[in-house]
């Protein structure tokens, strides 16, 4: 947070395009960051704001196996969520009292602790000026998908799905979801394709828009000397303040692509 303040290059405000379990570190940024340079438009692809009540699909690796065992069994426990992001996030409708209780991430960015709601996570969220939910129709990640929307289950039960409209968090209003929406700046889009399988049409339909008065990201284009078979230089995408961490080549790509689509 204190980085984020920092920044001159995000002073005038800026925006935030998250991916998946990183629109829950973006909130974060926008919920705890108070005092911080201004978020205007969140634009979120699959997101599990409301929780997810599966563990995300890992892969069949031995580190796979180990950690989706230990967070099946011991989700709640100190060292999972210590040591296992997707378990700061996970919440099983017929567990609920311990989620409130030892989950130490997601009932705190969602103001869901009665004794300890904080006002002011509540008015930074609803100072947005637009928020783009976009939810994958095809989504097999995230259960249930419309928790992309903030829509989720009822406590105590694994059906039906309530739409974000009918949930405590948006009637009781506690991080501000209801104010946007009231205000007509909370857009619910559903795209075909499964978790992250965004077609370039809607990229551009749908996230462009919202970026055009600023980048978040900016890309460093490098000619390379080329030789007589070669005709393109090499693209690298840089996050401004975050230069020295390699970020994952699905992730740069999906920048790379969107940044793309947004000069065409």
């Known amino acids: 947070m204190i980085n984020v303040k920092k920044m001159k290059e995000l002073s005038e405000g800026y925006n935030i395009v998250g991916l998946s379990q990183g629109n829950l570190i973006g909130r974060g940024v926008v919920e705890f960051c108070e005092g911080g340079p201004p978020v205007k438009n969140f634009v979120s692809l699959g997101g599990p704001h409301a929780g997810t009540a599966s563990v995300p699909l890992c892969g069949s690796g031995i580190f796979c196996i180990i950690a989706n065992n230990l967070i099946k069994a011991e989700v709640y426990s100190d060292y999972v969520q210590d040591h296992l992001a997707p378990s700061g996030y996970l919440k099983f409708p017929n567990d609920?009292?311990?989620?409130?209780?030892?989950?130490?991430?997601?009932?705190?960015?969602?103001?869901?602790?009665?004794?300890?709601?904080?006002?002011?996570?509540?008015?930074?969220?609803?100072?947005?000026?637009?928020?783009?939910?976009?939810?994958?129709?095809?989504?097999?990640?995230?259960?249930?998908?419309?928790?992309?929307?903030?829509?989720?289950?009822?406590?105590?039960?694994?059906?039906?799905?309530?739409?974000?409209?009918?949930?405590?968090?948006?009637?009781?209003?506690?991080?501000?979801?209801?104010?946007?929406?009231?205000?007509?700046?909370?857009?619910?889009?559903?795209?075909?394709?499964?978790?992250?399988?965004?077609?370039?049409?809607?990229?551009?339909?749908?996230?462009?828009?919202?970026?055009?008065?600023?980048?978040?990201?900016?890309v460093i284009e490098s000619r390379k000397t080329k030789g007589p078979n070669e005709e393109e230089g090499s693209t690298e995408l840089v996050f401004d303040g975050s230069s020295s961490y390699v970020w994952p080549s699905s992730v740069k790509s999906f920048f790379v692509e969107l940044l793309e689509v947004s000069r065409g």
């Not at 602790?113 to 904080?118: A, I, Q, S, W």
């Open 96 to 218: 609920i009292p311990k989620y409130l209780e030892k989950c130490k991430f997601l009932p705190k960015l969602n103001n869901e602790l009665p004794d300890k709601r904080n006002s002011t996570y509540k008015e930074c969220f609803s100072s947005l000026q637009n928020l783009v939910l976009i939810m994958f129709k095809d989504d097999k990640v995230l259960i249930p998908k419309e928790t992309a929307w903030f829509g989720y289950y009822p406590d105590g039960a694994f059906s039906p799905v309530l739409p974000p409209q009918k949930t405590k968090l948006y009637t009781e209003d506690w991080i501000g979801l209801k104010t946007l929406d009231d205000a007509g700046r909370v857009h619910f889009i559903s795209v075909a394709g499964g978790h992250l399988k965004i077609s370039k049409a809607d990229m551009k339909k749908h996230i462009i828009p919202y970026l055009k008065d600023q980048a978040s990201v900016r």
